[in-house]
C-alpha cells in the first residue's frame, strides 16, 4: 500500500494531499493543467521533495519530515513512465529496456533472459535494435512501460502516458496497458485529461484543485461528476472513439 500525506508550497498554492493507494490499485489523478498532478508523481519518486508530511510504501517510509527521512529516488524502486516518455533516443530499444537492470549490476545472460521476456510481451522484440529515438509513438510508449515494469517495481507511476498517441491507437493500447498494470499488482497513479482513460484504466480516481483533493470514488462514478464533466480541459477530444 501507498500512504502520501504531504504538503508542498507551489508558486500560486499550497499542495495538501492525503490519499492511499491499495495494492493492485490503479488510482487516476485527473484536473486542469497546472493543479499540482505532475508534482505529487515527482514527489513520491523522490524527484523533488515535500516540505513537511510522510510518504510510505509497504509501511516504510520513503520521506517522512518528523523523522528526516528521504530515500534516495533510485532506492525507492519505482517504475516511473514519463509524459515524454523520456528514453535515450541514441540508445537501442534493447538497451533503453536494460538500463534499469545495468544499474542494478545484473549480469548480461540475467539482462537478456529479462529483456526478451518483456520484449516480447510488448510486442517489440523484431525492432530490438531500432534507436529508440526513430521508433514510433506507440513503441515508444510500450517501451517506456517495458522499462519500468521490468525492474520489478513496488510503486507504477505514469504521468499521461497516452497522450503522445493518436486517437486511434489510444482506444487500444488502454486495455493493454491497463491489463500489463494489473498483472503487476502493485500500487499505480495514472495522471490524465481524458475521461475515456480513467473509465477504461481505473479503478478509483481523484480530482486535484489547486493541490486539493475536491473530488474522490469509484472510476464509473467519475462521469457523474458534474465538476469534469464540465471542464473543457478534460473532455474527451474525440467522442467518436
Known amino acids: 500500500m501507498l500512504e502520501i500525506d504531504v504538503e508542498k508550497q507551489l508558486r500560486d498554492f499550497k499542495l495538501e494531499v492525503k490519499i492511499e493507494v491499495a495494492e493492485g490499485?490503479?488510482?487516476?489523478?485527473?484536473?486542469?493543467?497546472?493543479?499540482?498532478?505532475?508534482?505529487?508523481?515527482?514527489?513520491?519518486?523522490?524527484?523533488?521533495?515535500?516540505?513537511?508530511?510522510?510518504?510510505?510504501?509497504?509501511?516504510?517510509?520513503?520521506?517522512?519530515?518528523?523523522?528526516?527521512?528521504?530515500?534516495?529516488?533510485?532506492v525507492r524502486n519505482i517504475g516511473y513512465v514519463f509524459q515524454s516518455y523520456a528514453l535515450f533516443p541514441h540508445m537501442s530499444v534493447y538497451d533503453n529496456v536494460a538500463f534499469g537492470l545495468r544499474t542494478r549490476k545484473l549480469s548480461e545472460?540475467?539482462?537478456?533472459?529479462?529483456?526478451?521476456?518483456?520484449?516480447?510481451?510488448?510486442?517489440?522484440?523484431?525492432?530490438?535494435?531500432?534507436?529508440?529515438?526513430?521508433?514510433?509513438?506507440?513503441?515508444?510508449?510500450?517501451?517506456?512501460?517495458?522499462?519500468?515494469?521490468?525492474?520489478?517495481?513496488r510503486l507504477l507511476l505514469l504521468d499521461e502516458p497516452l497522450s503522445a498517441l493518436d486517437v486511434r491507437k489510444q482506444a487500444a493500447m488502454r486495455r493493454d496497458l491497463r491489463e500489463k498494470i494489473h498483472s503487476c499488482g502493485v500500487p499505480s497513479i495514472i495522471v490524465t485529461h481524458d475521461l475515456r482513460d480513467v473509465a477504461c484504466i481505473g479503478d478509483r480516481a481523484c480530482l486535484i484543485e489547486k493541490g486539493k483533493i475536491a473530488l474522490s470514488g469509484e472510476a464509473d462514478d467519475v462521469i457523474g461528476w458534474g465538476a469534469i464533466a464540465n471542464s473543457d480541459v478534460i473532455k474527451p477530444k474525440d467522442s467518436t472513439v
Open 25 to 74: 490499485e490503479i488510482l487516476m489523478l485527473v484536473g486542469d493543467n497546472g493543479c499540482g498532478k505532475t508534482t505529487l508523481l515527482n514527489l513520491v519518486a523522490g524527484l523533488i521533495s515535500p516540505d513537511s508530511g510522510r510518504i510510505a510504501l509497504d509501511g516504510r517510509p520513503l520521506y517522512d519530515s518528523a523523522f528526516r527521512i528521504s530515500v534516495a529516488p533510485e
Open 109 to 153: 545472460q540475467e539482462i537478456e533472459f529479462l529483456v526478451k521476456d518483456h520484449l516480447e510481451a510488448a510486442g517489440l522484440w523484431e525492432i530490438r535494435r531500432a534507436k529508440a529515438g526513430s521508433i514510433s509513438g506507440g513503441q515508444k510508449q510500450r517501451v517506456a512501460l517495458a522499462r519500468a515494469l521490468i525492474i520489478e517495481p
